[in-house]
Nanobody, 126 residues
């Protein structure tokens, strides 16, 4: 059974950092495009970042470019999202998602991703 489990969220102060992790079971993550999304209650889920399964460029939304870094840890079948210099507006539930394929250019759209984790809460507050 394919499963994604996020971890690493928490309550932090502005300016601090977190490393979010997305661990997979039932499949090898390096054979898939992987993305991170985030959602604030009452709003749509927004794409944050993605990483290609074929070594193409990682992508970031304009709002997090230079602040977040996505990376693969193939030995542990995990994808990380390093979130630096957190701001209150980064508060959200962060979800990882896997596509059913790998490509050179990963997608920014939800419908491209077939498998989702349960999310991890990130709260940034003074």
């Amino acid at each position: 059974q394919l499963q994604l489990v996020e971890s690493g969220g928490g309550l932090v102060q502005p300016g601090e950092s977190l490393r979010l992790s997305c661990a997979a079971s039932g499949f090898s993550m390096d054979d898939h495009d992987i993305a991170w999304f985030r959602q604030v209650p009452g709003k749509e889920r927004d794409w944050v970042s993605c990483i290609s399964g074929l070594g193409g460029p990682a992508k970031y939304s304009q709002s997090v470019k230079g602040q977040f870094t996505i990376s693969r840890d193939n030995a542990n079948n995990t994808v990380h999202l390093l979130v630096n210099n957190l701001k209150p507006e980064d508060t959200a539930v962060y979800y990882c998602a896997a596509a059913a394929y790998k490509s050179i250019f990963c997608s920014r759209t939800e419908k491209s991703y077939n498998y989702w984790g349960q999310g991890t809460q990130v709260t940034v507050s003074p």
